[in-house]
């Protein structure tokens, strides 16, 4: 048995995207000081599928998940995915004018079994994106079950 | 054979850039002189009893709590409860001059097992003081027993 058969209640995360291990793609923390936390972690790449990962150990629980982020008009789309199963889907983060400080909550994350891993990957963008660069500066997991 | 374990506690730093209103508005802000790049703060309803609160899962434990927050002439006063039980009582967060990333400690404090709900709320403010702002960057939880 490992610690991750046990069906452990979890507590809250607080997890600031800083060095990952890249998948696919070139991942680094960009510094923007109209940012919180003084930048975003992201893939200068800039392609399609970019991916990284970071362990990331949760517990079982009904969580909030509040993540932040920056939109430009280079944005892609991203996934966000607990051992493979996506909690954050596709989540655009195109805009016309660059926004800083986006707040993205889920309300009622539900974990059923311990996690491992958490990871990015870049899915598609909107038709009116020039790229494929995702952004996050923070993302926080809140058991409020 | 399933087993059901309660956490026993841990280290958690909880960065304050969203929460669940209560009353008032909240809102993160950008600011280079702070900590992290920012705080989250009332500063457009800026009224006593502004309120919000952020689901807490730990583990139970004995910890030490050190909130970092900001000083001014505009602040108020702060209490800061898991559930009902007031943890840091009436912080007095005035000062005739802006004071950046201060540091209150708060040591011992228990903390059950489950899930609670941390509550941040303005109560009161200081003769001297202009208004009842408050300016908040995290809170650090230390498990100490």
């Avoid at chain 2, 960065?15 to 008032?24: K, M, P, S, W």
């Avoid at chain 2, 505009?74 to 912080?91: A, P």
């Avoid at chain 2, 000062?95 to 109560?123: K, M, P, R, Y």
Wanted: glycine share 8%; aromatic share 8%.
């Amino acid at each position: 048995m490992t610690l991750h058969d046990v069906q452990k209640d979890g507590t809250n995360v607080d997890l600031i995207p800083i060095d990952g291990d890249a998948v696919a793609g070139t991942w680094v923390f960009f510094i923007n000081n109209a940012q919180i936390l003084s930048g975003y972690y992201t893939n200068t790449t800039g392609t399609n599928n970019d991916q990284v990962t970071f362990p990331l150990v949760l517990g079982k629980g009904t969580y909030e998940v509040s993540m932040i982020y920056i939109t430009t008009s280079s944005r892609g789309k991203l996934d966000i995915a607990l051992d493979g199963n996506i909690i954050i889907n596709q989540l655009d983060q195109y805009s016309v004018a660059s926004i800083p400080n986006v707040l993205h909550r889920e309300s009622a994350v539900v974990i059923r079994h311990p996690t491992k891993t958490i990871s990015f990957t870049v899915n598609g963008k909107n038709a009116a994106s020039s790229n494929y660069y995702v952004s996050c500066s923070y993302i926080s997991f809140r058991r409020v079950a | 054979m399933t087993y059901i374990l309660q956490p026993v506690g841990k280290n958690y730093d909880l960065v304050i850039f969203d929460g669940d209103v209560v009353q008032g508005t909240w809102a993160l802000v950008v600011n280079a002189s702070k900590i992290l790049n920012g705080m989250y703060a009332n500063i457009a309803s800026h009224a006593d009893a502004d309120e919000f609160t952020i689901p807490l899962a730990l583990g139970k434990g004995t910890y030490d709590l050190h909130l970092v927050y900001s000083k001014d002439s505009d602040q108020g006063k702060l209490d800061v409860l898991v559930d009902s039980t007031v943890v840091i009582n009436q912080l007095d967060t005035y000062d005739a001059a802006t004071q950046h990333n201060q540091i209150h400690e708060e040591t011992n404090v228990a903390i059950g097992g489950g899930l609670h709900t941390l509550h941040f709320l303005v109560n009161g403010k200081n003769a001297a003081s202009s208004n009842h702002i408050m300016r908040l960057h995290m809170l650090s939880f230390r498990k100490v027993a």
